[in-house]
């Protein structure tokens, strides 16, 4: 009986669509899923764990009292709430076309025997899987551990008072990660309801890219954003903050249990703390119904919202080919002949201009891959900006002109790493078909598409504000020396590069994992002593200096570059180097 | 122009054996036709004598030089077309062109006639700069054979390249082999249609299981086996079980438990 309900095409078609959520172009389709079902959830419950032993030490290690513990948790729990929102709203934003039925699924399964309202229940039912799995992988660790060390120096706390504040820690944790999920899922629908599949089509992959820049800013912008909450209060624009009114739940909920604790004997200084902070969550007490309320009346609109969009847009299922799609050339016509006059004169530099600017944008993968870097360079950006003085002319400093080569770099460095991706492996005989050996003018094709697409949009976003900040000249001479910075980057990234860019067998680094901390650790000093370099220019009001050592490195980087040792030939299939060694490569 | 020329070729993949000891020559002006069932190696040995593959053990020469020796100059003169034409899916038809011309460094000016042109004559002109992924799959066959022909290569290897083709574009397609044979071009054409074979082809290379079972002339492989057609020849040669028999057991499970 059991095994026949297991079969049934509801079930099969879950189980379809829960896999389809594994898939993509990094994970070889041969991949054992069970393992790195198992590898993702391990990192996750390892990652929340040391989070939350970190963050918890303060509870454990001091002495505090029921009111410096009621406001001070005020910080993580309002970290806890938002990490779970942005983390299930990340994880639907990068799975943003299997939200819902994809045309090819449509075409695929329609034909069959099976009825269009098992398949979209199938969907659903995945979707919402997904959903929880994320939702419960983030908040079970913390559940436990935080409210756990929360209250580990008070003994007056009862088991089942703890047992409370856990519970209650899951159940807001959860609901604020609902929201996250299904404010994308919401909005995700909500567009494809207005905009019709013509547009959607054209639309989506904009959205998604937006989405992924900005919550992943958000997720790393979240440790110094949750900082002395109490403090700042509840009110004006804080509380539209949407982890500000799951904050206001939990609190009305089981704030009590911590601040309302009975006293035990204390020195005076304990009591003084205790009666100064006690105050202090007592008159913030009063906010919080509002903002619980707003949480709840906003997980129920969202909640109505992503159902009836979702039930609107599965009236019929999608058809395989909605639209015709965007002709890419006409749109990029005038553009291209400019390119071709002025910076790719090469037919091989001009192949990887425009292969690049095409892979970039239009693969799902490298878009992705770009949107991550632009969040971490915008996440970079925003914390150095923060501390920065940003008055009208209010002249350079450091921490304003460090924000241009975090954003430019991190893109950059984003570019460095997407480019060993292939856009579609099995497409690269045409490439190895046609190649002629040159892959050196091929890359600087890739590296100039680099350039147009990152580097310039990131000076040209960022410009306003050194008007704003330096006046028009001095602004300028800032663009003017991120952009040479910028060409010196590239150059260094690109040095021991001697491959075809988007085309290659992806060969993961073997020591990754011990040298991103140093990567990152130099990318950050980089960007330092590049600032620093920019300062003195503009103190000076000349780039001469500047220019000069630039130009010295980028000399010494072409140089190196040239005279490095190449492979005689590309090699379009290299295996890893275990694979080679155990002669398992063809 | 040069023979291409394969000698003992074999290829092996996890121990077992795809292609053995196959011998293949193609001469200018020389239409081998290459046919063979499902899985008897048509592919691999195509792709082999692209350098897309390397053999385990044999030599392919153009010109008397292995072609190992100088892949990229080998492949000035090649066109390939594959029996999958996987493309970019993000390009459209015109861009994958510029981009497969670009690399083989014709100039821009000629290369877009020779784009233009390719893509009017095929009918490919109205989704010309839409998706490769909206293309359907004789379209993006349509586009390999444009890519493979772009540089008026001395040698054309076709494998199964009627895929997915509509009848006139098939029509067509074995005109411009005997067109491009006529011209002095190299060709090895591998199929299963035996009719397209048999009007196209000068000589017939017949493999199975990977080993070459007949390799002749179309008129002496008949005169030979006494048939008087290449179905015929190649039901003799290949065919071990009744075609007959088999369509009425596959007919049967099909109708079990109705």
Redesign the interface.
Known sequence: MEAARLRTPYVQLTKLFLRQFLENDLISPEADRSQLLAMVGAMVVSLTLFVCAFMSFTYVGALLTPGQTAVLSLDDKLFYLALAMIVTALVAATQWDALAIDPRDAAILEPLPVPSGTIRRAKLSAVAILGAAVAVAVNACPSVVFPWLLVFGFRQMSVVALAELMATHLVVAIAAAAFGYLTVVALRETMAAILGPRWFTRVSPWAQGALIVMLGSALLLLPPAADRIAQRGFDGWRALSPPMWFLGAYEMTAGGVIADLPRTPMTVRQANNDQITSRMYRERRGQFPALARRAGLALALTFFLAAAAYMWNARRLPSL?PA???????RWRLGGRLA?ALLVLD??A??GF??TL??MW??NTHRLTLACAAAAGFAMAVVALSSANVAPLGGPSHRLLITQPLLYGALLVGFRHLIRVP??L??N??????????DRA?AAGAREAAVVALVLPALVVLFPLFVFVLGPRLALMHAALGLVGALVLLEALMVTYDKVPFTCTYVPSENMKALAPIYALAFLIGASLFARLQLDALQRGSPFRALLTLAAVFVVLRVMAVKRARLP?VEFDEAPASFQRLGLH? | MPDLRATRLSKHFSGVRVVNDVNVTIRPGEVVGYLGPNGSGKTTTARMLAGLLEPSSGIVEYGGRDIRDGLVAFRRELGYIPEEPYLYPFLSGTEYLYLIGRLREIPEALLTTKIEGFLNLFGLGPAADQSIASYSKGMRQKIVISAALLHDPSVVLFDEPETGLDVTTTLMLRHLVRTLAGRGKAILYSSHILEVVERVCDKVIVLHKGKVVADDSIARLRTLLSRNSLEGVFSELVIREDPEQLARDLADVSALGT
């Open positions: 080919a015709p799609p965007p002709a890419f050339r006409r071709n037919p091989a001009r192949a425009y292969f095409a892979a239009r693969s856009a579609e099995r497409a005989w045409g490439f190895q078909l046609a190649w002629r050996g040159r091929f030939e063809t």
